[in-house]
């Protein structure tokens, strides 16, 4: 999925966007690009909000999410208003793209 995203990042900012700095360590060891740790170091901080996420979209900041496979939700530091926005206006690149298996993380290219 690394090479995938550094590959489609474009001329975004970040990589992706992930639920915690925790999912997001081993993509920015791997690649040296920026990731958006949406709830901060253990993914209970509700730091993104869905006007954010549309700013860094609109502002072409942001291509790619990664949504796990519990979702997005209060428990996860995310807001569910920010899991449905992915869903609603994201497309979800089909593992097969990336290398990946179907089931677990779902990732999702915005704007």
Not at 77 to 99: F, I, R
């Amino acid at each position: 999925m690394a090479a995938y995203l550094k590959r489609n990042m474009g001329s975004a900012t970040w990589l992706v966007a992930v639920d915690s700095a925790q999912s997001a360590s081993s993509l920015i060891l791997s690649t040296g690009e920026p990731v958006i740790a949406m709830g901060g170091f253990t993914g209970s901080d509700p730091a993104m909000t869905v006007e954010k996420l549309q700013s860094h979209v609109a502002e072409g900041k942001l291509k790619y999410i990664l949504i796990g496979d519990g979702g997005f939700g209060p428990s996860r530091g995310t807001s569910a208003d920010v899991t449905a926005w992915v869903k609603a206006h994201g497309t979800q690149v089909e593992a097969a793209e990336y290398g990946g298996t179907d089931g677990g993380s779902v990732l999702y290219k915005l704007g």
